[in-house]
């Protein structure tokens, strides 16, 4: 039996009473100053969802960053204050600036994180943001409807500085190409019990299953692979062992 019409709209219209209310504080300078807003849309939790932790292609400080801002949805308020730089240095130990920008970037690129709104101050200027952070990558027509200018920021990012921006970001739009040109309607719903099962097939079995937004072929690009981290162990190791072997071989 399908659901009446109204209760279909039902979370839509929440988002947007939410957004619209996030930007009104903005401009009404409720809060501390000309603050970033981060929007909480995800399951409240007291530990992070293992997904992100599993992510192929986030790398670690991506991650990292990613658990800052999720850490805002804690107070038990669906509207929170975006954590600054300053806090995201502190706090995740990153030095850079220009590292944290390239993770909101790369966050933005997965759909860990929307951007919503930007918000113009009394001079006209844009000078606050409104951000959603979620638990998992969002499907490309949510994506769509939480950021609206999320294509035109794929576009930009191919040219980004930093080079890892650029690969995902082209990782994501040959996907979609790809996606298109099998037939595949990029902006229908898809069931979000299949894009989670096929998600966890795609981390246990490398390669083997497309992940998200990321077609096989693009992610066995972006992916760290079993070979690679094997070689690394292997190295780790002999790094680790050569010298205790000099230390047991030095007399008392």
């Known amino acids: 039996m399908r659901a009446p019409s109204s209760k279909r709209q039902a979370a839509p219209r929440f988002f947007h009473d ?6 009104a504080d903005l401009r009404n300078g409720r809060g501390d100053g000309a603050r970033d807003t981060v929007l909480f849309l995800g399951t409240r939790h007291q530990t992070f969802p293992t997904l992100v932790v599993d992510d192929p292609v986030l790398e670690p400080v991506d991650k990292i960053i990613w658990m800052v801002i999720w850490q805002r949805g804690a107070n038990g308020s669906p509207q929170a204050q975006f954590p600054s730089y300053s806090e995201i240095s502190t706090r995740a130990n990153i030095g850079s600036d220009t590292t944290i920008a ?15 709104a930007r918000v113009r101050g009394v001079r006209g200027q844009f ?7 979620h638990d998992e990558p969002l499907s490309l027509s949510d994506a769509l409807h939480l950021d609206p200018d999320y294509l035109r920021f ?3 990012a191919k040219t980004h500085p930093h080079p890892r921006v650029c690969k995902v970001a082209a990782g994501v739009l040959s996907s979609l190409d790809a996606d298109i040109q099998t037939g595949v309607d990029v902006t229908a719903p898809v069931h979000p019990i299949a894009r989670r099962l096929e998600a966890h097939l795609a981390i246990a ?19 760290n692979t079993r070979e690679s981290s094997a070689n690394d162990s292997r190295r780790q190791t002999l ?5 205790l072997q000099k230390l047991e071989t030095v007399g008392p």
């Open 18 to 23: 939410l957004l619209q209310s996030a930007i």
């Open 127 to 133: 000078d606050s943001n409104v951000y959603a952070v």
């Open 102 to 116: 390239r993770a909101l970037a790369i966050l933005r690129a997965t759909r860990w994180l929307s951007l919503c």
């Open 154 to 156: 794929l576009e930009a």
């Open 239 to 243: 790094e680790t062992v050569e010298p």
């Open 205 to 223: 079995q490398p390669g083997a299953f497309r992940y998200f937004s990321f077609t096989k072929a693009v992610l066995r690009e972006l992916a």
